[in-house]
C-alpha cells in the first residue's frame, strides 16, 4: 500500500504537515518558533512529531547558545552548513564553520553557541522514541556562554526557567543564507 502525501496546512506561523506520511517543505515557508536568547528553529513538525528521527534547522547570532548544556541517553548529530559557532562538548571549546559534522553519542555533554560576525546555521538530527533521558549538568565553560544550568537537574523545565518561551512565528529574511 502506497505511503500517502501530508498536506501543508497554513497557519500564523508557517506551513506544517497535517498527520502521517511524506511531504516537502522548504525550510522559508515552514513555521519556525524563536527566542531572543536561545537563536530560531524550525523541526518542520506540526501537530504530529516524527516517531523516530528529530530533525531541526537552527539559527543563532553571535553568542546565542542553542540550548542549555546537557547529555542524553540518545544519540544526536550536528552539521553547520554556514556561520560559525562554538561547540561545548564535554567541558571543552570547539571553534566550527561550515561542513563541520559533530557527533554525541549517548550521554555526551554538549552545546552550541553562535559565533563569528552572522547567523550560523547547523542542521541537528537525534533519534526519539520512548525511554529517553537528559541530564542538565552545571557546566563552567557552558554557563560563561549564559549556556549552563543553574542546578544540575533531569528537569527540563526547570533547567530553562529562566527564558521566556519561544513563540511561533514565521520564517524572516536574513535567518538562513
Given at each position: 500500500?502506497?505511503?500517502?502525501?501530508?498536506?501543508?496546512?497554513?497557519?500564523?506561523?508557517g506551513?506544517?504537515?497535517?498527520?502521517?506520511?511524506?511531504?516537502?517543505?522548504?525550510?522559508?515557508?515552514?513555521?519556525?518558533?524563536?527566542?531572543?536568547?536561545?537563536g530560531q528553529a524550525t523541526t518542520f513538525e506540526g501537530e504530529q512529531h516524527f516517531s523516530e528521527?528529530?530533525?531541526?534547522?537552527?539559527?543563532?547570532?553571535?553568542g546565542q547558545?542553542?540550548?542549555?548544556?546537557?547529555?542524553?541517553?540518545?544519540?544526536e548529530d550536528f552539521l553547520v552548513v554556514s556561520g560559525e559557532c562554538i561547540a561545548i562538548v564535554e567541558g571543552e571549546?570547539?571553534?566550527l564553520k561550515a561542513w563541520d559534522f559533530v557527533h554525541c553519542p549517548p550521554w555526551a555533554e554538549h552545546v552550541f553557541v553562535g559565533a563569528g560576525d552572522g547567523p550560523c546555521v547547523i542542521v541537528m538530527v537525534g533519534r526519539r522514541g520512548s525511554g529517553g533521558k537528559i541530564l542538565y549538568p552545571v557546566s563552567e565553560v557552558a554557563a560563561g556562554h549564559g549556556a549552563s544550568a543553574e542546578a544540575e537537574t533531569h528537569?527540563?523545565?526547570?533547567?530553562?526557567?529562566r527564558f521566556e518561551q519561544p513563540s511561533r512565528t514565521r520564517y524572516q529574511e536574513g535567518w538562513l543564507p
Open positions: 500500500m502506497p505511503v500517502p502525501e501530508a498536506p501543508l496546512v497554513a497557519t500564523d506561523a506551513l506544517v504537515p497535517e498527520g502521517e506520511g511524506w511531504f516537502v517543505l522548504n525550510a522559508r515557508d515552514a513555521a519556525w518558533w524563536r527566542s531572543d536568547d536561545l528521527l528529530g530533525f531541526h534547522v537552527e539559527v543563532l547570532h553571535p547558545p542553542n540550548c542549555m548544556y546537557h547529555g542524553e541517553s540518545r544519540q571549546e570547539r571553534h528537569e527540563p523545565r526547570e533547567a530553562y526557567a
